[in-house]
């Protein structure tokens, strides 16, 4: 039984419109990087890994303002820092104003006895307070002296100033009108952090937004600028950007393909029915990666709709074929076989990618497999019921040679020498360029534009946020025994500063001592009577009246008999920001990481480090061997699955020869194609090669198609046609991409772009000159 | 008789007039000063003593923006501003750089010196409410701090000279505490 057309296409639309709604609603799309990256081998790339995917650096939010006078940005920066506080939204908001940090002041003062790196029993002596009286009387004295005034009497001893540093650290930025500035001090600056984690591209939109509404409200807004920061807010960025552009560049580039199509076929049916494969097997090969996988990377759809773009073809490929008047039916037991090869070819190529252990390849693979071969049960199945014979209105002859350059005029021998030298030439070329020919910069892997990525360089330095390169890393079973860790790390590291091997260094047992360390301090402090025995000794020799210390020996006495400093007690605060940045949990463990400032020689400190038990991770060479691993292991994956396409050919064609022919001019495009990349300057991403696997599924569609037994004349003809509309529609797409201002689509643009021109061509040259009619 | 006094007021006004001093006057004439060295004696009074600390040392100012005090007794101590940025020196050998501006209470004291010095009347408005009282000859300069976190410290500086020399800082605390400054200035 047959269905009448209009039924079938209602049924069809309808099943596609099901099938979208159920991916409205169920399909889980995440954004996070860290997901595409592999699972890492080592504790430090896991712990590295982990930062980036949780860490309180994948939540920080830098913020700068300028273009005000410096009190008028100063004002502006604490409005802002009090609506972004009271928004909710933010864990935590610094600017430097320590009128602001009244909870970590309090923090301070209420524990000064145990935080403290200088209590000691001494310091308590007679002798000891005696010394900290007579400091505390310089400081009297001082021009400072009305403004320190109020802490003499409580702090004799000074562990506030000592503190002090704790909530603003001396190498953070600098202060103008109380809050932190940018080196010249035209800007203000601030840094939050939100409590979405930095993948949570909805939230940390909410977060960007509350930061712009607060700046406009901010009194500065009439002539000042804000610029934001960060891997939250560069998410955002990306995704909206990227978004836009695909948007224009896909309307464009939908609008062209639209235009070469009706040109080919010169039917408004034909056109339509066209879009129908490759949106079902774009469906389909999403649903897969849902079921599949749970959730959706952005970037698997991304690489997934670009290899899919390959399933645009097939119909192409079956309707040029169309003979006038010929049912498709017919056409297809003609050409059937050709078209399931260059099925077949793409879903072996991917097949190698879905089996990896890597989940961000593992649902490529997948997506490509169903894709494609929706895409193509589609035009098999289903094309030939829609469209009828009088659909198509092919005008071949009188056709233009197309796509028989120069060289397909060159006598065999000599074309195949010709080839020879330039692929050999593109390959020395190649492999001259070996050790420049990768990009392994994680940093260069995320999308964003090189202006955001220098703004986010220069506000971490400002700021003196963490990305630092070098982190010492301390490990320990529990959170005690990490804190321990971190401050035995604490005393080596002041070492190698008094040596001048290191500038300087963070640690998290400055934030939260060991429970060890604060029972230490603790019981230095002497008793009651003892205590002001001492006092009173030292006061002999000292014009302060004996009353003035009072708050002094009353707060000794509680942090004496008061409890220890907890974790949880500094949850909300600055100081807790900075002390779970620093204090991370590893696997089933603890890890204390101590950033380091201006190490001179990063190989002898890591020596040196191993041997004294902690670990130095260079967190740039860290990730670059985690990139770099990661593209081994797909190139070596792409290149098994060029083999099973290569295995797959010599099967069906069953002779070398002819596998040789469809094979060389693929893999030559390949070749010429990276070459010509390399000669314009770029170096080769992961998204290059995604580019390439797409320009060998294509390519390998040309060539099969030249390659295909045929009759001279008009079957000839309509086999260039077909490849020149399926050429010219994939350069119009890709070629929209080149426009790209985001890097990672104008990498794909320009490698498609051109691969596809060469593969082409290349075809076109070998693999179709050859073959004798054989109907 | 009650006439011949109005007379007499009327005829003085003038003259009295042209001796009062404004702020812009005052501000001028100490701007004249390019560099000037001198010799300090400061007295602390404050409830946390028993008697007054008393020191002694040296005070030098350059144009524009460096001004250093040198504490040379009973102890050793030497703060140096230069613009922005303050060196802190003392016998326990620490040497301490911070940024002036960082600190807006400490800022507005020093402003409330080096200003006065300079003659920058704009840089004392930042921070003060400036009154000028006196002539020429003997002036008395009342700065009274606008700033919530300075006020809370701070009740007034009264600075006091002849010509375009200083000869007297008074530190009034809204403690009640009081620092007063001799100073015997050379101008260059």
Known sequence: MRLPRFALLGLWLLALAAGAAWLHGHLRVQTEMTVFLPPSATPAQRLLVGQLREGVVSRLMLIEMAGATAPELARASRALAQRLRESGLFSSVANGDLAAMAAERDLILAHRYLLSPAVQAERFSAAGLAAALQESLELLASPAGALLRPSIPLDPTGELRELSRLMLPSDGPQLRHGVWFGRDGSSALLVAETRAPGFDVEAQARAAAAVREAFAASGVACCGAIALAGPGVFAVQMRDAIEAESWRLSLAAAVLVLLILAAAYRSAAAVGVCALPVATGLLVGVAAVALGFGSVHGITLAFGATLIGEAVDYPSYLLTSAAPGEPLERTLERMGGTLRLAVLTTIFGAAAMAFSSFAGLAQLGVLTIAGVAAAGLATAWLLPALLPASAIRLKTRGLPPLLTPLLARIPGPARWVAAAVLLAAAAGFIASRQDRLWDDDLANLSPLPEAAKALDRRLRGELGAPDVRYLLVARAADREAALQASEAAARWLQDRVQAGTLAGFDVPSSYLPSQRTQAARRAALPDAATLERNLAAALKGSPFRAGTFAPFLRDVARARGGVLLEAEALAGTALGLKLSGLLVREGEGWAALAPLRGVADGAGLSREARAAGFELLDLKEESNRLVSGYRDQSLWLFALGFACIAALLALSLRSATRTARVLLPVAGAALLDVALLLLMGRALTLFNLVALLLVIGVGLNYALFFERPQAEGDERARTRLAVAVCAASTLAVFGCLMLSQTPVLRAIGETVFFGCLLAAALSAAFAGGYTRKSQ | ?188
Do not use: C
């Open chain 2, 1 to 188: 008789m009650r006439v011949a006094l109005s007379l007499l007021l009327l005829a003085a006004a003038p003259q009295l007039a042209a001796q009062a001093l404004t702020s812009a006057e005052l501000m001028r004439e100490l701007a004249k000063v390019e560099a000037s060295h001198a010799t300090f004696v400061e007295t602390k009074r404050s409830a946390l003593l028993k008697e007054p600390l008393v020191t002694r040392g040296t005070l030098a100012y350059r144009r524009p923006a460096s001004i250093e005090k040198h504490v040379l007794q009973p102890y050793n101590e030497r703060f140096a501003i230069e613009g922005d940025v303050l060196t802190l020196e003392n016998r326990r050998g620490r040497k301490l750089k911070t940024s002036v501006s960082g600190a807006p209470g400490l800022a507005a004291l020093i402003e409330g010196i080096r200003a006065t010095r300079a003659g920058d009347l704009a840089a004392l408005e930042r921070h003060y409410e400036v009154r000028v009282e006196g002539r020429r000859e003997r002036w008395t300069l009342l700065l009274r701090p606008t700033a919530d976190e300075v006020a809370r410290h701070v009740a007034s500086i009264t600075v006091s000279g002849t010509g375009s020399r200083i000869v007297r800082v008074e530190i009034e605390e809204a403690s009640g505490d009081r620092a007063v400054m001799e100073i015997q200035e050379e101008l260059k």
